[in-house]
C-alpha cells in the first residue's frame, strides 16, 4: 500500500468510473473537494485502490489479486502497525473482493451481535450497506405531513453550520464553511427559534446529491428529520438533482426514515468496520 500523493489523484479517475455502487464519498476525495487519503499498489500504474473519506468511509477497489498489497491491507486493517487512529467503515468493488477479504480476514471477522462481546485490535466487524434509489412518487405519497406552527425551516447558512452538533453534521463532509456555502447547501429546522435539525448536500456529483441528516437529540421523535429531508428533497427535484441516500442495514432509523421519504432500498453490500 502507497500512499498516493494528491496531485497524482487523477491516475484514479478513470478507475473509479468502472465502480458501479454508491461511490460519491470516494468521488469527494478523488476530485479534491474534501481531504482524504488514497492508497495504490503502484503509483506509476496503479491498479488497486483504496480511498479513504475523512469522516471514516472507504472504498477498496480494482484488482484482487494482488497478494503483497492485499497482505498489507491486512496489516492496515487490523491496525497492527499503528497506521490509523479511528474505525473505518469499508465497502468493496467488485464482489470478487468479499471472498477475497473473507479468506483474508479468517478469524477477525465478527457479526455486528458479537461486537460488544469482542473488542480492541484485531477485529472487523460484517455489517451490511443498503444503497436506495429514489422514486419521486412515493415520495409525493408520503409528503403529506404539515411543519409544526411554532417550526420554520431556514436555508443552512455559515452560522448555522458551525451551530449545528451531532455526529452527521455538514462540518464532518466539507473541508469549510465557506466550501460549504460556495458547493453544497442545505435546509435547517428550527422549533421555538432552536435549532432542531439539519438535511444537506453530504456530497454533490453531477446531478446526483447525497442527503446527510442530524436531528439534535432532544429533538428526535418529531418528525422533525423527514421534514427537513423533505425540503431539501424538493430542492433537489426543482434543481434537477437526484437525491441519494445510503445507510448501514443496522441503522433502522436512517432505513425507516429513507423509505418515509420515497427511497426504496435496491442493493446490499458488505460492510466492514475496520476497529482502531
Known sequence: MIPLNINNYDRVTNHLKKVSINNLFARSVIEKKISGKVFVDNDKNPKTF????????????????NPEFNQNFLDYSLNSKKQRNNPEWMQAYPAEWNNVLSDLYKDHLINPSEFKRKTGNGIIELNTRVNFKFNPKKHHEYKEINLPKDCEIRK????????MRGSVIPSKFWDSEEDFINGGVGFSLYCNQNLAATA?????????????????????GYGYAQLTCSALIDFCLKNNFEPVWACRLENTPSFKLAEKLGFEAIAKIPYYRLGK
Open 200 to 220: 444537506y448536500s453530504a456530497f454533490i456529483h453531477d446531478n446526483k446529491l447525497e442527503i446527510g441528516i442530524e436531528t439534535i437529540p432532544e429533538y428526535r
Open 156 to 163: 443552512t447558512d455559515k452560522n448555522i453550520y458551525n451551530e
Open 50 to 65: 483504496y480511498i479513504v473519506h475523512p469522516y471514516g468511509m472507504s472504498l477498496l477497489f480494482g484488482d484482487p489479486g
